[in-house]
């Protein structure tokens, strides 16, 4: 057995970690940025992004991690809920208050239009509120599963990106749902 004698380093994918880093320098001028990582799955999209946040925790930011899976799918705004850390016990006043607001709405497999846009909305408020107290961070992981009403919040958070102090990353497999493609398309 070899003795380590420093920390291990990342070795390969140089461009794609300089392109993930960048959009953590644009944050740390205060402005916007979305990246999308996209490969087969196992090729390390995950641990790429962990590399590039590597520090950034030590900042005064707010990093919200979601991911989607099959079942995450068919449970509407179930995604951004998780990234946004939206839970009815939060000590976050502001998260505990969208956590009420939105199971006020009844979302779930059945959730009615009205019910989705206005969740949609809650989501939207709370993310610009998070993003203007303090910079953040929100990854996706495996997007290409996620329901279309957090691919909705996605798609907005992205739209609106120059007036926020957000880093909005991605992961996904290649050759989506349509969904996904016109989401990623927009980017």
Not at 39 to 47: L, N, Q, V
Not at 175 to 185: D, G, K, L, M
């Amino acid at each position: 057995m070899w003795p380590i004698d420093r920390p291990p380093q990342w070795v390969g994918r140089r461009q794609e970690l300089a392109t993930v880093r960048a959009g953590v320098e644009a944050l740390r001028r205060d402005e916007g940025a979305v990246v999308w990582v996209e490969g087969e799955a196992g090729i390390g999209k995950s641990s790429l992004v962990v590399e590039a946040l590597a520090g950034v925790g030590e900042l005064a930011w707010v990093i919200g991690w979601g991911f989607a899976d099959q079942l995450t799918e068919r449970m509407p705004l179930s995604v951004m809920q998780d990234c946004l850390q939206v839970r009815p016990g939060s000590p976050d006043p502001r998260r505990a208050h969208a956590a009420g607001l939105l199971r006020g709405q009844r979302l779930g497999l059945f959730a009615d239009g009205d019910a989705l846009v206005n969740g949609v909305e809650v989501l939207m408020s709370l993310a610009e509120e998070l993003c203007a107290a303090a910079p953040m961070v929100l990854v996706i992981d495996d997007l290409q599963w996620a329901d279309d009403a957090s691919l909705l919040v996605w798609h907005q958070l992205a739209a609106s990106i120059g007036q926020l102090r957000l880093l909005l990353i991605a992961t996904c497999r290649p050759t989506p749902r349509p969904e996904v493609q016109q989401v990623r398309a927009a980017v």
